[in-house]
C-alpha cells in the first residue's frame, strides 16, 4: 500500500522555522523525483519545491528561494522541507508528491497545515 505521510506543520510566528517531513512507503522511493506543493485558501495549489532522485540540482519557486531547503534520505524513504524566515503569505496546506522518474506514476500525501502569524 502506497503512503505518503507529512509531518511538522503547524503554527509559527513570521521569521519563525518549521520543518516538514513525508515520509514514503509502498514504493521504490529512490526512483521518484519529490516535490512539495502548498495550497492556501482559495488558491490553487503550486509547486514549492523538487529534488530528484539522487538530490542533486534542488529547484524551487521564486517566492521561497533561500528561505526554504529541500532535501531527502533515500535510506529512510523521506523527503524534507527545511523553512526559515517564515512570512504570513507562506500559510497553506503543504502536500508532498512523488512522480515515477520514468512514467506518469504519482502519489500525494494527505496535507499539513502550516500557519505564520504576524
Known amino acids: 500500500q502506497v503512503q505518503l505521510v507529512e509531518s511538522g506543520g503547524g503554527w509559527v510566528q513570521a521569521g519563525g522555522s518549521l520543518r516538514l517531513s513525508c515520509a514514503a512507503s509502498?514504493?521504490?522511493?529512490?526512483?521518484?523525483?519529490m516535490r512539495w506543493y502548498r495550497q492556501a485558501p482559495g488558491k490553487e495549489r503550486d509547486q514549492v519545491a523538487l529534488?530528484?532522485?539522487?538530490?542533486?540540482?534542488?529547484n524551487y519557486a521564486d517566492s521561497v528561494k533561500g528561505r526554504f531547503t529541500i532535501s531527502r534520505d533515500n535510506a529512510k524513504n523521506t523527503v524534507y522541507l527545511q523553512m526559515n524566515s517564515l512570512k504570513p503569505e507562506d500559510t497553506a496546506v503543504y502536500y508532498c508528491?512523488?512522480?515515477?522518474?520514468?512514467?506518469?506514476?504519482?502519489?500525494w500525501g494527505q496535507g499539513t497545515q502550516v500557519t505564520v502569524s504576524s
Open positions: 509502498g514504493f521504490t522511493f529512490s526512483m521518484y523525483t
Open positions: 508528491n512523488a512522480r515515477y522518474m520514468y512514467g506518469a506514476r504519482e502519489y
Open positions: 529534488i530528484t532522485s539522487g538530490g542533486a540540482l534542488p
